[in-house]
């Protein structure tokens, strides 16, 4: 089974204009982390934005914010006021457990394309 | 302060070949990965040093693989005898001690390509 899954293969989305893209994950440990990491054409990743499982609060950085339903096992990424910089391919990914190995499980990603 | 630094940035071989991958973490950080993101995909967890401790080769998917870090630091990945599958994007990302919610940095990647 898909630890993370990100079902939006594609998007495209006016500037200006807040996106949302889809995460849920799957475990059954109770302490993980979740992150959001951008992928530019140039390659390189970026880190976003975290949100760890015992957090009460939803993440913000700047335009970032993370929609965490820990019910629903879901971690939305919200761009707030879309920039024509934006357009990226957007990974989110998890880190099981508080100990031990620390790897992160990746999803396929979603790519983001801003319209001007 | 330097990044993550990885090289070569290209690297073109004909299958069978043994090739070596080079990561420099960023200074003072303890915990080290190894990923490989095969074109248009996620990325794929390889190997997980972590200061003095055994590292983790679970995602290793051949013995065709190894890795080893040296002194604490650089760490060089080495495919024997690549195959074509092997083409990809190889990443390294080091990090400070390996606590949950800490961020990893990533190098720019070596994009492999197995003739």
């Known amino acids: 089974a898909q630890k993370i899954t990100q079902t939006q293969p594609g998007m495209f989305v006016q500037e200006k204009e807040a996106v949302t893209l889809d995460c849920t994950y799957d475990?059954?440990?109770?302490?993980?982390?979740l992150f959001w990491y951008k992928q530019p054409s140039s390659g390189e990743m970026i880190f976003l934005i975290y949100?760890?499982?015992?957090d009460e609060q939803n993440a913000t950085e700047g335009r970032y914010s993370l929609n965490f339903q820990k019910a629903r096992k879901s971690a939305n990424l919200v761009i707030s006021a879309s920039q024509l910089g934006d357009s990226a391919m957007y990974f989110c990914?998890?880190?099981?457990?508080?100990?031990?190995?620390?790897?992160?499980?990746w999803g396929a990603g979603t790519k983001l394309i801003i319209k001007p | 302060g330097a990044g993550v630094s990885q090289s070569p940035s290209n690297k073109v071989t004909e299958k069978g070949k043994d090739v070596e991958l080079r990561c420099d973490p960023i200074?003072?950080?303890?915990?080290l990965y190894w990923y490989r993101q095969s074109l248009g995909q996620g990325l794929e967890f390889l190997i997980y040093?972590?200061?003095?401790?055994?590292?983790?080769k679970s995602g290793l998917p051949s013995d065709r693989f190894s890795a080893e870090r040296t002194g604490g630091s650089v760490s060089t990945l080495t495919i024997q005898r690549t195959q074509q599958e092997d083409s990809a994007v190889y990443l390294c990302?080091?990090?400070?001690?390996?606590?949950?919610?800490?961020?990893?940095?990533f190098g720019p990647g070596t994009r492999l390509t197995v003739l």
């Open positions: 949100q760890g499982s015992y």
């Open positions: 040093f972590q200061g003095n401790s055994a590292p983790d």
């Open positions: 990302a080091s990090s400070l001690a390996g606590t949950s919610g800490t961020e990893q940095f």
């Open positions: 200074s003072g950080h303890t915990a």
């Open positions: 475990t059954s440990d109770q302490s993980y982390g």
């Open positions: 990914a998890m880190r099981e457990g508080a100990d031990s190995n620390y790897q992160l499980i």
